[in-house]
């Protein structure tokens, strides 16, 4: 039985969502039918097609009371909605259907896997979120709450647990069958919160009945507080888990300040479900990137979309907009020299039309614009070096989404080998995050970088995606120059391409 509150909210999404204009969003990034999206939720390919859930909100562009939108794509590109497949709708659910995952039944019904969030008073006379997870089973389309919901509560949680943070089942089927699935707990000490957490292992046999199996991995006070949105899968004959922690501090160029995004790379014994973690990194070091979620596609391939915005950031939509709240490309994942590499999926490829090369251009110090290279919807791929190998360069500057003072700037500075992308001047009136650094770890060599642009963000692939720096702008869509200087002796290969849809 479909709820009251479901149709309301697919009769309004349905209405609202189809008064926008597709100019007006993203060509190829997802955006939520109408309203408010933040994580991608139940990433999975199901009869046929790719399916993406996300955190919703559709009758306002705020975070608010969390229902689960539906879209579905061939190529993870061309969306088509489906309409919303979960609002809070039950006791257990009432304060928001969180953040989850789905996986395929044998009996080829699909399963969503969710945290049911429920406010309840506390002696204290404050209240607080109560989170379990529960699942719904459906045709792809529309799921019915499972009725012996919530499947995991307190009681699966190991003593230092705490029941009010416990959240974002990923589930995945060991080759043998059996159902895994981690989930982010918060870590309590003589039954007080800490600013640890843990990411708990929990096994079925049918995907229903669950039990608690170990602490996967332990934030010894390293990585930020709370970790959310776990994903853990085999990786190029590794294994990797993926988590975003709230709160953390910066190390040096390597992880930020706030909610980030950090895989941990390692070994895993699936048996004994012994997790070894050897090396550790961002995921995305740009202003713009959480939660992300990944698929395994049918041909073998890991990939990743995340959402492209940061939590500390989201002041930079205006509330009146019609959708905020985007996803990033789907990136595929692989693993050289131990660390995680990231880069567009050969499907984007396929959407690369009129091919623009400039070879061996000397970039001035005045601003210096190229002949065919403008636009908003680009790929465009740019090798920079010194003229004269034995003399570096102060600075290379490129600017996009560039109308007079509005732009958005990447700097290259080879003497500290940073990166910094900058969206001060991107027509943002809000006195929120706007920069941020990495270290481009061959900059002594040649800079390379892959910058793809959408209307509403721009995604960085640096040195064949070793590193990637996301940013959502906002910036009026008249401003599609693309310009570049630098101060010293630059020379630079440039291929752009502009992505058609
Ligand atoms: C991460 C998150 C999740 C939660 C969801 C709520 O961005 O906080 O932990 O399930 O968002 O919308």
């Not at 590499?341 to 061996?360: A, I, K, N, S």
Request: aromatic share 12%.
């Amino acid at each position: 039985m479909i709820s009251q509150m479901l149709l309301d909210a697919r009769r309004y999404e349905e209405d609202r969502g189809g008064r926008i204009v597709a100019q007006d969003r993203p060509a190829f990034h997802l955006t939520a039918r109408t309203g408010w999206m933040n994580d991608p939720n139940g990433f999975c390919y199901y009869q046929g097609k790719y399916h993406l859930f996300y955190q919703y909100y559709p009758y306002l562009s705020r975070w608010n009371s969390m229902h689960w939108g539906h879209a579905v794509s061939r190529d993870l590109l061309h969306w088509e909605y489906l309409p919303a497949a979960m609002a809070p709708d039950r006791y257990y659910d009432q304060d928001g259907v969180f953040s989850g995952s789905a996986q395929e039944l044998p009996d080829g019904r699909l399963l969503l896997m969710y945290t049911g969030v429920r406010r309840e008073n506390q002696l204290s006379g404050i209240p607080r979120e109560v989170q379990t997870q529960c699942l719904a089973i459906g045709n792809g389309r529309d799921f019915e709450k499972y009725e012996a919901n919530p499947v995991l509560t307190e009681n699966a949680l190991p003593a230092n647990g705490s029941r009010f943070d416990f959240r974002d089942p990923k589930v995945f089927r060991r080759p043998d069958g059996l159902y895994c699935c981690v989930a982010a707990n918060r870590v309590l000490h003589r039954g007080a919160e800490t600013d640890g957490s843990n990411i708990l292992l929990f096994t079925s046999q049918d995907c229903l009945h669950w039990k608690f199996e170990k602490i996967l991995c332990t934030n010894d006070g390293r990585f930020g507080r709370m970790w959310e949105c776990p994903d853990f899968f085999p990786l190029d004959g590794r294994q990797v888990l993926m988590v975003s922690p709230q709160d953390m501090l910066p190390q040096g160029l390597e992880y930020h300040s706030g909610n980030g995004t950090l895989c941990l790379i390692g070994d895993y014994d699936d048996q004994t479900f012994e997790f070894t973690p050897a090396h550790d990194q961002s995921i995305d070091y740009g202003i713009d990137f959480y939660a992300p979620q990944t698929v395994l596609t049918p041909d073998g391939r890991r990939i990743m979309i995340g959402w492209l915005q940061n939590w500390d950031a989201c002041a930079i939509r205006e509330p009146e907009a019609p959708w905020a709240g985007q996803m990033s490309l789907p990136r595929e994942l692989s693993i050289r020299d131990g660390r995680l590499y990231q880069t567009p999926t050969r499907e984007f490829d396929l959407l690369r039309r009129d091919r623009v090369e400039h070879r061996g251009v000397e970039v001035t110090r005045d601003r210096m614009y190229l002949e065919g290279v403008s636009g908003r919807m680009v790929d465009m791929e740019i090798r920079v070096r010194p003229k004269d190998p034995a003399r570096s360069y102060t600075k290379f500057v490129a600017r996009f989404a560039e109308n007079g003072d509005t732009y958005t700037s990447l700097r290259f500075r080879p003497s500290e080998s940073t990166l910094k992308i900058d969206r001060k001047f991107s027509g943002s009136r809000r006195a929120i995050l706007h920069q941020r650094r990495c270290l481009v770890e061959n900059g002594s060599e040649e800079l390379r970088l892959r910058i793809i642009l959408d209307r509403y963000s721009c995604e960085v692939f640096i040195d064949g995606g070793r590193k990637v720096m996301s940013s959502a702008l906002y910036t009026d869509l008249s401003a599609d120059r693309i310009s570049f200087r630098a101060d010293g002796d630059v020379v630079m290969d440039i291929v752009k391409y502009d992505v058609v849809m």
